[in-house]
């Protein structure tokens, strides 16, 4: 994610979730962070490592957010000691 353009993806992810839930917004850019990590992820399991660039994070983020949508629909896994 060290290429030129990841940050700038980076920070219009920011922006926009910060302008979509503007009461909140040490959720939004958590939550842009997060998301763009995991979209990186996905585009680094496609594209592979050594070529990925700022439009592959773009890519990889409808998988990312389906993911996300995904995870948070499964119950809660709770500690039980």
């Given at each position: 994610?060290?290429?030129?353009g990841t ?22 850019v958590t ?24 439009t592959d ?25």
């Open positions: 994610m060290a290429t030129g940050g700038d993806v980076l920070t219009g992810m920011v922006a926009g979730m910060i302008a979509q839930n503007s009461q909140r917004v040490a959720e939004a939550s842009a962070v997060y998301l763009h990590g995991l979209a990186g992820n996905i585009a680094r399991e496609t594209m592979g490592e050594q070529s990925l660039v700022a994070v773009i890519a990889g983020l409808p998988q990312a957010f389906r993911r996300v949508h995904e995870d948070a629909s499964r119950p809660e896994v709770r500690f039980r000691g």
